[in-house]
Structures are given as C-alpha cells and as structure tokens.
C-alpha cells in the first residue's frame, strides 16, 4: 500500500521503479525467496541454455533431468554442506559436473508480490495525486495486453478532477461514493461496440471487420470479453506502477452510459478508482479457493 505521508509532484518515477523490496515484504506477509523458493522457480529457456535463476543446468539436459538436477541442488543448498562443492558424479541421471551456485532471490518477487501476493483492493484514499503521465504511462502498458485477433475493444475514460467524479455519483451504489469521490482518479472502463471498425488497421492480415459488423452477437460477446480482460490489464499494470486500483460494479451502467458516453456510443463496463490507500486494510484477506477446488489438471 503507498502511504500518504510522502506525496511528490509526480509519482511517476517512484512509481515505476519496482523497488527491490517492498514495505510489505520487510513485514513479512511475502513467502520467503531463499533458497527453497528460488528450486521450485521456472526453467527458463535461453538459447542451448537452461537457467533457473540459481545455477547453470548444462545444455542438453531435458527437462525430467533439470527438475532432478533442481532437486539436487536444493537439497544440497539447503543442508549443512551448502557452499562446499555439490555432486560431481551423475546423481538421479543428471549429468555431473553441476556446479552450485549462491542461490539468489527470485527476481520476479517483487513484482509478484506488487501485483498480486500484497496487494489489496483499498477502502479509503489519501489525499496524494496521480500525474496525467501516470495515466498515459498507465494505457501504454494495458493497450500492450492480448486482445482476440487484437481487436482491442476498451476504452478507458479518466475522471481526474472532483467535480468530473461527483457527476458520476447519482448512478453509484451508496456504498460507492468514497470511494469514488475521495479517489484521485476514477476510471470508467468501458468498451467501442464498434470497436470492429478499426480492425483493417489493428489486423490487416485478414478483412474481420466484415464478419464482425455482420454478427452484432459476435460482436458485443468479442468487445465484452476483450474490453474486460483490458480493464483486468488495467488493474495489474496500475499495481505495478505502484498505484492502488478499487474495482466497482456497483452502479447502474445505462445511468453512466447517458451521463459520460453518449457522444462516443461506447458502454460501460466496469469502475476502477485509482490512488493511493490511505491505510493498510483493517480486514484480513478474504478466503480464496484452493487449487483443487478451482482446478482441474487433465
Ligand atoms: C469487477 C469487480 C467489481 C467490484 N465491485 C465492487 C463494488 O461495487 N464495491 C466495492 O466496494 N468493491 C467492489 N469490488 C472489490 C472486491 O470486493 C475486492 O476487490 C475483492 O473482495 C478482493 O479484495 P482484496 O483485494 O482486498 O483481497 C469489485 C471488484 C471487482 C473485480
């Protein structure tokens, strides 16, 4: 969470620098990124290259052998001996030679933990501003996410100043106006039903604007998707930048359509206050499904 103590001109370049540690994780809700986090880390593919982030695996190595090679390592990082030299014979049908490096924090940790792992969604807001650059920072990043055939349907309307976000309040849910009024920045998030009509250009390779404006259920099932999955890319890229993103659907979307939309035909979708919390949440985390009651692995 961003506290409103500290409140630059700009919050933008604070902002877009991840910082090597959080608040949150020096307070110790992040997991821990030793050495047993950085094992069970990603394989990643460089080249005739595997790297896990904490040791080289020797080219050629499938993948059942850089798991293996992952566990030996692990476990020899983890035991009394780490530092001395690991393994050298074939062990579990790795090849020898593996060398043991320094275990490192995994790299992605921070950024994890910005988007997801501490974030939370705010009940109330300071006082501390977002720059317009923020904001145009803010779509350059969202605009970069996928969208089907690129079809890119979103449409994003800033509401910066108070009296813009106090028109918004007679379509708002009671429980909404704080949260609406005190932000800095209230997003509609909203989406082109003819968001078709620039397909020759976001996809020339293939003439969908056709096919689009021929089947309006297609359509508006492809804008509502599309323009949602952007408004979730909206909320991540914000985290990211450092900024705290309140989701709403609690108002009436036809209210909002004739107050903001009407010149454009765009429909809304959903609202995302953004700013900076005011306070940590009083509350703890709601519970969220495990993986084997939201997952099924085939
Ligand atoms: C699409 C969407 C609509 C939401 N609508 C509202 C809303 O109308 N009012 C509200 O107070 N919170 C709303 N929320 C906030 C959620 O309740 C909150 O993000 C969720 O409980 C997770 O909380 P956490 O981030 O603190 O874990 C909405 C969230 C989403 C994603």
């Known amino acids: 969470m961003s506290g409103a103590a500290t409140a630059p001109d700009t919050d933008l370049p604070q902002a877009a620098t991840i910082p090597a540690t959080t608040p949150a994780m020096t307070q110790g809700t992040s997991p821990p990124s ?97 720059a ?60 082109d039903p003819l968001f078709f009509e620039q397909m020759p250009r976001l996809w020339p390779a293939a003439e969908l604007r056709s096919w689009f404006a021929a089947d309006a259920a297609l359509a508006d099932e492809t804008a509502l998707r599309n323009g949602t999955l952007q408004g979730g890319y909206l909320i991540i890229a914000a985290r990211l930048l450092g900024l705290d993103a309140a989701p709403m659907s609690g108002f009436d979307n036809s209210r909002v359509d004739d107050l903001f939309l009407s010149g454009q035909g765009w429909r809304s979708n959903f609202l995302v206050s953004l700013g900076h919390a005011a306070e940590a949440p009083d509350r703890p985390r709601a519970p969220r499904l495990a993986f084997d009651e939201a997952c099924l692995l085939l």
């Open 34 to 130: 030793g050495p047993a986090a950085s094992v069970e880390g990603a394989v990643h593919l460089e080249g005739d290259r595997v790297s896990d982030g904490a040791a080289d695996i020797p080219a050629g190595t499938t993948p059942a052998e850089g798991a293996a090679w992952e566990r030996v390592v692990g476990e020899h990082a983890l035991d009394e001996h780490a530092g001395t030299e690991p393994p050298t014979e074939h062990v579990d049908g790795v090849p020898g030679g593996a060398r043991l490096a320094v275990p490192e924090p995994d790299p992605a940790e921070p950024a994890l933990a910005l988007a997801f792992r501490d974030a939370r969604t705010p009940r109330r807001w300071s006082a501390r501003p977002v």
């Open 132 to 191: 317009d650059e923020t904001l145009r920072t803010l779509y350059d990043l969202v605009r970069l996410g996928p969208t089907s055939a690129n079809c890119s349907p979103a449409r994003f309307v800033f509401l910066r100043s108070r009296q813009a976000r106090e028109r918004l309040v007679p379509a708002l849910s009671t429980g909404n106006v704080e949260l609406v009024l005190d932000a800095a920045v209230t997003v509609i998030v909203a989406h």
